[in-house]
């Protein structure tokens, strides 16, 4: 997280071995469904974070996936260090263990590495689903972290309670919150260098990265600040053709990639630049373009590709060629690998957004749609069946022509409406909705 020491909300990181609940915990303290659940060990291997609200007071809660031993490689050893990362950054811990298993060997460990952090922590017996499970609280006295508070994530019973612990660890300072910043949904296939790319732009590993399709399970928030803006970068995890999602957590993870995209304001399409478009990468554009997304094309692993003087060109004209619906997109060439032109595509994701802000006011459009009805006036010739227009919404740009017919106004008039509106305002980047309304006495 890469935010300035005076806006930023206060860090809570859910620390604990595999398999305790930690997701289910974050999702029943956030109200939310956002982090992958499921009956597998480690689902959870990325920081997942989540803006809290409670009594009024504001953090950021923090998912990770669970601490193993350090002698453990390979994925499980990333995984660890992550949480390790989480808790490094973290203003308050809270350490989740399972009832059922009592204290293990591993939750000692995690308590006395927690203890050497310095950092304050509400040790949280997870599973205590009935009052007659109560007692069995008791015995993590032992792990030497103050008073162990009994919770169930799966019925909710002492989340309130644990809640307002979580407030003592770190009470907010009175500092004004933050804006929410621009949201860049980094999307795309799996193994096409999402992860990577957001390490780039963020600056540190924040995911983790792997050859292996799919790592990426949650979506991971990244809040930094670049050119006096604010960026909240989401990396998904991969969408894959519906026949290829199975069910379970595959499938949870493509819900969730696609729920990214409804909540950006712009979307980075990664494409593999050494496999080009694939029809995959035109349904993600598609959904991006019906949710009225900014939309940007990014090429990446270009240093991958041999080149001359015409081959950037080239990659222009295939992707439009590909993606005809989408031709108002830029398209960019990255190396996620090199860094190249990785700042430039959040200069142009702030431009894409601030296109898509633009509001013209209703004098100035109307005048504008009757000079283009002039110029190509409406199906019939009847250029006074447009009486007014007006721009009633911004992200994305969306007009309204008034008319006497609406038959005037069919799909190709108001793509040439759109195209006219492009050539004098720009809205790189962005769809342009438009549609046609009958005025009331005609």
């Known amino acids: 997280m890469n935010e300035s020491p005076e806006t930023r909300l206060p860090i809570i990181a859910i620390i604990g ?12 303290l956030t109200g939310t469904r956002k982090a992958v659940v499921d009956d597998m060990s480690g689902v959870t291997r990325d920081r997942n974070y989540l803006e809290t609200e409670w009594s009024g007071q504001h953090f950021l809660l923090v998912d990770t996936g669970g601490l193993v031993p350090r002698d453990q490689e ?53 599973k205590v689903d009935t009052t007659g499970h109560e007692n069995d609280v008791h015995e993590f006295h032992r792990l030497g972290l103050g008073e162990p508070r ?7 019973r002492g989340s309130g309670d644990l809640l307002d612990s979580i407030l003592e660890l770190v009470r907010p300072s009175a ?46 928030d990244t809040v930094l600040t670049r050119f006096e803006r604010r960026f909240v970068l989401v990396d998904t995890a991969g969408l894959r053709r519906k026949s290829r999602i199975g069910r379970g957590v ?23 630049a050494v496999e080009g478009v694939v029809a995959q990468d035109a349904r ?68 894409v957004y601030d296109q898509a802000s633009t509001r013209i006011p209703t004098h100035e459009v109307t005048e504008f749609i009757a000079r283009a009805a002039d110029r190509r006036p409406p199906r019939g010739g009847r250029r006074s069946s447009i009486l007014y227009a007006t721009q009633t919404a911004v992200r994305p740009p969306t007009f309204v022509v008034f008319v006497k017919d609406l038959e005037a106004i069919d799909r190709p008039y108001r793509r040439y409406l759109a195209n006219q509106l492009r050539e004098e305002y720009g809205f790189v980047g962005t769809p342009i909705r438009i549609s046609a309304r009958r005025r009331r006495g005609h």
């Open 74 to 126: 390979g994925l499980s050893g990333m995984v660890r260090v992550q949480a390790e990362a989480a808790i490094d950054e973290a203003d308050g811990i809270v350490f989740v263990v399972d009832r059922e298993t009592g204290p293990t060997a591993v939750d000692e460990d995690i308590a006395r590495r927690l203890r050497r952090s310095g950092k304050p922590v509400v040790l949280a017996v997870n």
């Open 250 to 272: 595959e499938m949870y993870s493509a819900m969730r990639a696609l729920s990214s995209i409804e909540r950006s304001d712009v979307v980075v399409l990664v494409v593999d």
């Open 175 to 220: 500092a004004p919150r933050a804006e929410p910043g621009i949201q860049v949904a980094i999307v795309g296939r799996p193994n096409v260098g999402k992860s990577s790319l957001t390490n780039r732009l963020a600056g540190s590993a924040v995911t983790i990265v792997d050859e292996t399709p799919g790592t990426t399970r949650d979506a991971i």
């Open 284 to 351: 993600i554009a598609g959904f991006a373009d019906r949710e009225g997304k900014c939309l940007i094309i990014a090429f990446n692993k270009w240093d991958l590709i041999e080149k001359d003087n015409t081959t950037a060109g080239e990659f222009v004209r295939a992707a439009y060629d590909a993606l005809p619906f989408a031709r108002y997109a830029p398209v960019i060439q990255i190396s996620a690998l090199t860094g190249q032109r990785a700042d430039r595509l959040l200069e142009l994701s702030a431009d």
């Open 150 to 156: 009994p919770v169930s994530a799966l019925h909710g």
């Open 17 to 28: 071995r595999p398999n305790v609940g930690k997701s289910m915990l974050f999702n029943r």
